[in-house]
RNA sequence: UCCUCGGUAGCUCAAUAGGUAGAGCGGGUGGCUGUUAACCACUAGGUUGGGGGUUCGAGUCCCUCCCGGGGAGCCA
């Protein structure tokens, strides 16, 4: 709702959002999905028919309103409507959800009525720009969308859980990554990313995930662990920058204190797996080496740094097949994990992939993985490999982050979460 | 999957020790000086998640199932 000018005419199709009587004068407020306005009714005699058709909207009922606009210090955003006709579409039923509070279960129900409320509207504002912000960061750099695909034989990873299909009479998953199919387009575009949704059937139940969730992954040939953690550092700063200029209005709606954002520096802090694990030791965590990182040493990690932090150099054991080994350190493997701050998990996890068929083959029989699902991945190593890298970010994660949100499932409009699938 | 907490009116919650199920909001009706989660009065609204058990008597105790919240592991 963008109003310009001193006093104008204007006609808004909308929703009640709420409305308060007294007396003489009537108080309506309507949204109509960019905002909201007040409206106001003001009229001695009791019998005015537009005090009838006031009388008659519910909350949530939709109506195209005409009147003229003027500045109110009073009305909630600085400007008001004086109405002059109620045109009623439809009057609402009895509308679930109250201005009172609720509990996170009837919110859930609800959740295809709850998106019409201001704090989620907010938030959802903000993951539309978050989502061009990605698409422009690597538009803006050369790099090519390759859509890869959702339907795929087998797993990338192997590791995590997959939901099943079926595939005229073929087994079929659901993807829970691009980046092997990304891997054979960057030596056809040099610089590709893929953006879609990814599936993982792991019976989480955190905060922190979704089954259902989206997530960006550039892959670049020639490129070389270093290579990969600027680009990731460079898309988060570009992400933050271009949402503190763009939704203001909505990271106020959500009280997100914004300087935390605004301080955030390129290069982020960098931390290698061992010294974080001596870190981890130091404030009395008794993880050992060569165990992962759990969530509660995710966050002790981030809450040394009040920037997001690049953890480099994990043990192999803990990571994927395709990982490049450290040249000095066989052991360790050339990943990279982006902890966000304050505790909201991992936003980029990624590394520079094995280039060597040898090694690749290897990889695939210590992993325990069917080779002939991976033939066409490996002919990747016999035709002018070369090394390269990637990493994938969470889009759920990176805007629970930026809006301060509790809770992973309200960042997304239907979010599919352990067991649940309705609405 | 495991640990933990919970399920009472449309919603958010209360109900001493096992003893007649209640409030606020929302709905309806009426009132009201420009209200900001408006306010005031009146009013309707219940198989206390399902099943079983103990008891003279169960929202309350026991068993069991279902559903949900929070956390863990796994990950982005």
Redesign the pocket.
């Known amino acids: 709702m963008k109003i310009v000018g001193k006093k104008l005419e204007i006609e808004i199709k909308g929703w009640v959002y709420?409305k308060?009587?007294?007396?003489?004068?009537r108080?309506l407020i309507i949204r109509d999905g960019t905002g909201i306005l007040?409206g106001?009714i003001?009229s001695p005699k009791k019998d005015n028919p537009l005090f009838k058709k006031f009388d008659e909207l519910?909350?949530e009922s939709s109506l195209i309103i005409r009147g003229l606009v003027r500045e109110?210090k009073?009305?909630?955003g600085g400007y008001?409507l004086n109405i002059n006709d109620i045109n009623i579409i439809q009057i609402a039923e009895?509308?679930?959800i109250?201005?009172?509070?609720?509990?996170?279960?009837?919110l859930?129900e609800h959740r295809h009525l709850w998106l019409r409320s201001q704090k989620q509207n907010a938030i959802l504002q903000i993951r539309t720009e978050l989502i061009k912000a990605i698409r422009d960061f690597f538009d803006g750099r050369g790099f090519r969308n390759m859509d890869t695909p959702i339907l795929t034989p087998s797993a990338c990873?192997g590791?995590?859980t997959l939901f099943e299909t079926e595939y005229f009479g073929q087994k079929a998953y659901l993807s829970q990554?691009g980046q092997l199919y990304n891997e054979a387009a960057i030596a056809a575009f040099g610089k590709v990313y893929c953006f879609g949704p990814?599936f993982?059937a792991?019976?989480?139940?955190?905060?922190?995930?979704?089954?259902e969730?989206w997530?960006v992954e550039p892959e670049v040939a020639f490129a070389l662990l270093d290579d990969i953690i600027k680009l990731g550092e460079d898309l988060i700063i570009y992400i933050i920058e271009r949402i503190l200029d763009k939704n203001k209005k909505e990271l106020d709606i959500l009280e997100r204190d914004t300087k935390v954002l605004e301080r955030i520096k390129k290069p982020f802090p960098h931390i290698t797996y061992e010294k974080a694990i001596a870190k981890l030791n130091e404030k009395g965590s008794k993880i050992k080496w060569g165990d992962?990182l759990?969530?509660?040493?995710?966050t002790l990690i981030s809450e040394i740094f009040d920037s997001p932090v690049c953890l480099t150099h994990f043990p192999a054991k803990?990571k994927a097949f395709y990982m490049q080994p450290d040249e000095e350190r066989p052991d360790l493997v050339l990943g990279v994990?982006i902890l966000a701050p304050e505790g909201y998990?991992?936003?980029?996890?990624g590394g520079q992939r094995i280039s060597d068929l040898a090694l690749l083959e290897k990889r695939l029989k210590e992993y325990n993985l069917p080779r002939k699902a991976f033939e066409w991945y490996l002919d990747l190593r016999k035709y002018g490999s070369v090394p390269h890298s990637g990493f994938?970010?969470?889009v759920?994660?990176v805007l629970s982050w930026i809006c301060k949100i509790?809770?992973?499932r309200e960042t997304i409009p239907f979010p599919r979460?352990?067991?649940?699938i309705y609405p």
């Open positions: 709420k308060r009587s007294s007396g003489k004068i108080f007040q106001t003001y519910t909350q109110e009073r009305a909630p008001e009895e509308y679930p109250t201005p009172k509070e609720h509990g996170i279960p009837f859930m990873e590791t995590t990554s990814t993982r792991e019976k989480s139940k955190t905060r922190k995930h979704l089954i969730f997530m992962d759990g969530s509660p040493e995710e803990i994990d998990g991992e936003l980029i996890g994938g970010l969470g759920e994660r509790k809770h992973i979460l352990l067991h649940k």
